[in-house]
């Protein structure tokens, strides 16, 4: 093994450490690890950002703008309506709500449909007095078996197609993936459905956890008139640095400021909500210049000028492993946090000092544009206001979607390549008035981007430095005794295992060079390990780390860690399984 084998093993080991445990921004890590492969001379420039010439970062790049033109124009608003019903039995209520999410996650990206179907799902079942937990994680499971389906159903496809160019092969046409992977989304949603009434627990959702404890940790008071806060500032005033508690809203003449600055100042009758730890909000009581208000608690979340927000703390955002105070989160959002939800409770602790996780739900109260703010911003998988209505179906729905089903169509047919018909599709999305130029910008994930373009040097180190070729003999050595199958199995599960600590598109990236090492020192057919390695990637289904829909829908339905595991092991085993016997059926091993 030479000294370049060593290394690379090193520093992908390191960078598995890193996306694992979210030490930095997964495109930062990966990055990073091209470019120290590449001063260590392990790899050249042009092998290091390669990825960057290849198709696959930009139809993703693409891709996010038409998702982001659906998700702004409600064109699936008709089918969730259609879709979740007056409602049923759990099993039919899964079956209508499982079967659409995955056939549409087959042509759009995951993200924006768990991005809008989550909210309005939870919604739907706490009207109804069903259990919010039942169904999220089916949703995010959904949208994962139905974007193997097709090439564009989600990226770690594209990345497979990309290398296997980089590799000689052809690439991978827009429905070869369909013959493996409508099955597996066959069987994937019939486990769901059978199995998730029996094996997901009742938690109760953030949004609930809200409303039984908006109580016990908010109250309004009312400045006095001519007391000591009259005509003094928030600052001033003393209620800028409150010990346990912070100022969430001041109410003036049937006006409200959410999170009002230090500089506001103060009059005698403002009505000013305080939210925090009860002991503290009660202590409140004893301040000079403060009364009880006439109304004692905050009204529920439909005033005019404010409402509620639950927002989803993303892994690549700043606010990872700073606390709010560290993030100056009110300054910067224009917005207070209530409450912290985590693995399936609330934190209770002083909010102001407690460091942000990926995962994070954040109960917040803003004024009614946070969402636009940050809905595309990078620092939040997910925002949604609480108790506010579902989206219109625009006038422009149709264009969109018939822009969708041209890229479809086109690239399906042969007629254009994948990347000419996903920029196309974009640009006529922006020059049509659909998205303005700065919303296309922002639907952009510039993480996941670069996360891919950067991550075909790493699976380039691998194979140049022959650490792909050692790794692969360990795997003929262990199974070549079970036969051509038993290699493409054991190649399966540990892209599988390796998709639930980090990304699915990382996961692909290192299995795919030791998949098609393994492939050739046996002489079976590159193209079924190939197969096989873009659906394990996407199996993300026992941790809640391991792909993004998890994570959106893991604080909103109050689930904890487990909880993806008991629905999450049986699923990814029967994805394994019929992987392992359908892929050799449609390419022969």
């Known amino acids: 093994m030479t000294w370049q084998a060593w290394f690379t093993l090193a520093v992908v080991a390191a960078t598995v450490v890193m996306l694992a445990r979210d030490t930095v921004a997964p495109a930062v890590a990966v990055l990073g690890a091209d470019v120290v492969l590449m001063v260590a001379g392990v790899i050249d420039a042009d092998a290091a950002f390669s990825g960057f010439a290849n ?41 209508r709500l499982a079967i659409p999410t995955a056939s549409v996650s087959a042509f759009l990206n995951n993200t924006p449909i768990v991005a809008m179907l989550a909210p309005q799902v939870a919604d739907w079942a706490e009207r109804r007095g069903k259990p919010v937990s039942l169904y999220l994680i089916p949703v995010s499971f959904a949208t994962l078996l139905g974007g193997v389906v097709t090439l564009i159903g989600t990226s770690t496809n594209l990345v497979v197609s990309g290398l296997m160019e980089t590799a000689g092969m052809a690439p991978l046409g827009m429905f070869e993936l369909t013959r493996a992977g409508l099955p597996v989304a066959v069987a994937g949603v019939a486990c769901i459905v059978l199995l998730a009434p029996r094996l997901l627990p009742d938690r109760r959702s953030a949004r609930r956890a809200l409303r039984d404890d908006l109580r016990e940790f908010v109250i309004q008071l009312e400045v006095a008139p001519g007391g000591p806060l009259d005509g003094a500032t928030v600052e001033g005033g003393g209620l800028r640095h409150l010990q346990g508690v912070f100022l969430a809203q001041l ?5 409200s400021v959410a999170a009002p600055p230090p500089s506001t100042p103060l009059r005698g009758g403002d009505r000013l909500t305080f939210a925090g730890r009860v002991d503290m909000v009660r202590d409140l009581r004893g301040m000079r210049g403060l009364v009880l208000a006439g109304e004692r608690h905050v009204r529920p979340f439909d005033t005019a000028a404010h409402t509620f927000f639950e927002a989803v703390v993303s892994g690549a955002s700043g606010l990872v492993g700073k606390t709010l105070k560290e993030a100056e989160f009110r300054g910067r959002y224009l917005a207070a946090v209530l409450a912290i939800h985590r693995a399936g409770q609330r934190v209770n602790a002083k909010l102001g000092t407690v460091p942000l996780r990926e995962g994070d739900t954040l109960l917040l109260l803003s004024d009614r544009g946070f969402g636009e703010r940050w809905r595309h911003g990078g620092d939040f998988l997910l925002v949604a206001p609480l108790g506010g209505s579902p989206a219109v179906t625009t006038r422009q729905a149709w264009f969109v979607g018939l822009v969708t089903f041209a890229i479809v169509g086109v690239a399906g047919a042969g007629l ?18 659909v998205l303005r130029t700065d919303e296309a910008r922002q639907a952009v994930d510039l993480d996941v981007v670069v996360l891919i373009a950067a991550s075909f040097g790493i699976g380039a180190a691998l194979e140049v430095s022959g650490l792909a070729a050692m790794l692969a003999s360990g795997v003929v050595g262990a199974f070549q005794g079970m036969g051509p199958r038993g290699v493409l199995l054991a190649v399966t599960v540990a892209t599988t295992l390796l998709t639930q600590v980090i990304t699915n598109n990382a996961a692909a990236v290192l299995a795919f060079p030791i998949a098609m090492a393994t492939a050739g020192q046996l002489g079976l057919n590159p193209r079924a390990f190939a197969v096989a390695v873009a659906i394990a990637a996407s199996a993300s289904f026992m941790t809640p780390i391991g792909y993004q829909t998890n994570a959106m829908v893991y604080g909103i339905g109050g689930y904890r860690f ?20 359908i892929v050799p059926l449609f390419w022969p091993l």
């Open 55 to 95: 198709p696959a970062p930009l139809i993703v790049a693409a891709l996010f703008v038409v998702a982001a033109a659906v998700e702004k124009t409600g064109a699936l608003q008709p089918l969730v309506a259609a879709t979740l019903g007056k409602g049923g039995s759990p099993r039919g209520d899964l079956a």
């Open 251 to 255: 109410e003036r003449e049937g006006e």
């Open 416 to 433: 254009l390549p994948l990347l000419h018909a996903s920029l196309v599709g974009a640009l006529a999305l922006v020059v049509g008035g």
């Open 562 to 581: 487990g909880d993806f595991m008991r629905l999450g092991l049986p699923l990814s085993v029967l994805v394994i399984l019929v992987v392992t016997v």
